[in-house]
């Protein structure tokens, strides 16, 4: 058997991080069983299935490397498929014709609540069965008996079929319900397993009932349990970003995003850190945990800052510009970049942070920050700026190593501590008294740009009253 899984989202809105778990775990299962996975859009519900949405799903997906081998197949467009085995199951007298209006059925609602069972139909509702011209739904007759499978994470599971409503399957407009597409569509598309959230237990005996109607064979279910926020309820706004596409916007590098979602009810001993070509090994429903795993934003950040820091700057680079241009910084053509982003990746989480404090190596000036300036830009200092400026235009080889020596002479010569000379000068070219390491930052500013800020300190000095 060839192991098909699939992910079927509704493009009613954003791709969240609950659906982007779903489709992970479903990816490297597949992967893991030398597999297929398809991506199937279920857009029966027209009123509020959106193009925005189907392309924020395929946005939110590339994004994080969710790749499909197939698809993506859309419902919208199968609807004749779905009409054709409605009307197989309506011969066949496991389905009928319901005429029911909508205050019918609310009252037969009403009544089986008292009753404590679901409404049953008899297809009859009023008079109008006798009036060919009068639309009407196709309802699935729900045997008698008991419904069980076995799911592959929460294990053996039953329904008791009384208790289950006779299900429309098609619309009196014609146009098919959820349960139905489904089905009919695991069929078509050869799925084996089906892995979802757990919050389609309920749907799973009505579809198990309909593959047995159709003569269809039913596939394997896996339920994965719901993530919660912090305070144990489902995971909502209220609890932070939930939109895939949020956390790209304040951020966060999509392998950590994937490495956190796949470690979010599933583990493989203690190991936190997972290239995807390990998931995909490692990968197993047996290591997927029954209870609800809760949304922890601090252990993503951990583990953003850990893949920013293991990251090349490199490829840093094209993923940091988009920050640094809503900040008015345009680097494409700096050369410097990889050399700015090595000396920011140990302080930054989040590649927004980076980007902020990035700022004063574009900057023409920069503002002292008064404390700083008050305290470090004095006259004994400037003397230190215009002997260090004069050594860096030197300079033939501008590096570390070089910067340091100059240092280390000018500290020798005036004997003076690191301190005396390094805190000055991160103010002169930075602004403020925090930054990279100083060498570091030297070569990664240029020597043009740092002999001009130190040239501008020394100035700020002399106009000082």
Not at 201 to 223: C, D, V
Not at 268 to 287: A, M, R, W
Request: charged letters at 25%; one cysteine or more; a neutral charge.
């Amino acid at each position: 058997m060839t192991v098909r899984t699939r992910f079927a989202p509704s493009p009613t809105g954003y791709l969240h991080i609950g659906g982007a778990r779903t489709a992970l775990f479903n990816i490297l299962f597949a992967k893991h069983n030398k597999g297929k996975f398809i991506l199937r859009i279920e857009d029966t519900d027209v009123a509020r299935s959106t193009k925005e949405s189907i392309q924020a799903i395929f946005d939110g997906m590339t994004w994080l490397g969710l790749n499909w081998d197939e698809g993506p197949f859309f419902q919208s467009q199968m609807f004749n498929s779905y009409r054709k085995f409605a009307l197989r199951l309506l011969e066949k007298g496991l389905c009928y014709k319901c005429w029911c209006t909508p205050e019918e059925l609310e009252a037969r609602r009403q009544e089986a609540l008292k009753n404590g069972q679901p409404p049953k139909y008899d297809g009859r509702c009023a008079a109008r069965a006798d009036t060919p011209s009068t639309p009407f739904a196709i309802r699935f007759k729900v045997p008698s008996g008991v419904t069980a499978f076995n799911d592959l994470i929460k294990g053996p599971i039953s329904f008791d079929n009384s208790l289950i409503e006779d299900l429309v399957i098609l619309r009196s407009d014609f146009t098919p319900t959820y349960n139905f597409c489904v089905v009919v569509d695991d069929y078509t598309m050869k799925i084996t397993h089906v892995i979802r959230g757990d919050d389609h237990i309920n749907n799973t005996p009505k579809q198990i009932l309909l593959y047995e109607a159709l003569g269809f064979k039913t596939p394997i279910f896996a339920h994965l349990p719901m993530i919660l926020g912090a305070d144990k309820t489902r995971l909502s706004k209220r609890h932070g970003a939930t939109s895939v596409m949020a956390y790209r916007d304040m951020g966060y590098l999509p392998h950590a995003l994937v490495n956190y979602l796949a470690r979010l009810g599933w583990s493989s001993g203690d190991e936190e850190i997972f290239s995807i070509e390990e998931l995909v090994e490692k990968f197993s429903l047996e290591s997927v945990g029954k209870s609800s795993g809760v949304f922890n934003p601090e252990k993503l950040l951990w583990l953003n800052h850990h893949y920013i820091k293991e990251t090349k700057p490199e490829e840093l680079a094209p993923l940091l510009m988009p920050f640094l241009k809503e900040l008015g910084v345009s680097a494409e053509d700096d050369s410097r970049l990889p050399t700015i982003i090595t000396t920011l990746r140990e302080r930054s989480k989040t590649l927004k942070e980076m980007a902020e404090s990035s700022l004063f190596y574009f900057k023409e000036s920069v503002t002292y920050d008064e404390k700083a300036s008050t305290k470090f830009l004095t006259l004994e200092n400037a003397e230190l700026f215009n002997m260090l400026s004069e050594r860096l235009s030197a300079l033939a080889n501008f590096s570390v190593k070089e910067v340091e020596n100059i240092f280390n002479a000018i500290i020798a010569e005036k004997s003076i501590k690191l301190g005396n000379l390094a805190q000055p000068v991160r103010v002169a070219l930075t602004g403020g008294t925090v930054s990279p390491g100083i060498f570091e930052m030297i070569e990664a500013m240029g020597k043009e740009l740092a002999i001009k800020r130190l040239k501008q300190a020394a100035e700020f000095i002399a106009a000082k009253p």
